[in-house]
Nanobody
């Protein structure tokens, strides 16, 4: 499975961004497609995940109500809509595929990161 993430950028606090993650290669129906982020000097942390088979979603408490994860199975693509962005959301965002839902160790495949920077 190859994962290609895009959509990062620079945005002011209160703004929004939409990340995309396109998957290619084998698809596993019960995999969770997840988003993680890593800020400088911090550990990689779970942001959101969605199960490919039934669309069940998972969110970190810090992003609930602001971020929405969705999927388009026909396009093998997962999206992360990020609203009301805060400077604390600044990080490199990674998409991943695995059994999930929230521990990095349960994900087998990782895409390259995309930088999200939220200014004051």
């Amino acid at each position: 499975v190859q994962l290609q993430a895009c959509g990062g950028g620079l945005v002011q606090a209160g703004g929004f961004l939409r990340l995309s993650c396109a998957a290619s290669g084998r698809t596993i129906s019960n995999y969770v497609m997840g988003w993680f982020r890593q800020a400088p000097g911090k550990e990689r942390e779970f942001v959101a995940g969605i199960r490919r088979s039934d669309g069940r979603t998972y969110y970190a408490d810090s992003v609930k109500g602001r971020f929405t994860i969705s999927r388009d199975n026909a396009k093998n693509t997962v999206y992360l809509q990020m609203n009301s962005l805060e400077p604390e959301d600044t990080a490199v965002y990674y998409c991943a595929a695995g059994y999930g839902p929230s521990s990095p160790g349960t994900y087998n495949y990782w895409g390259q990161g995309t930088q999200v920077t939220v200014s004051q």
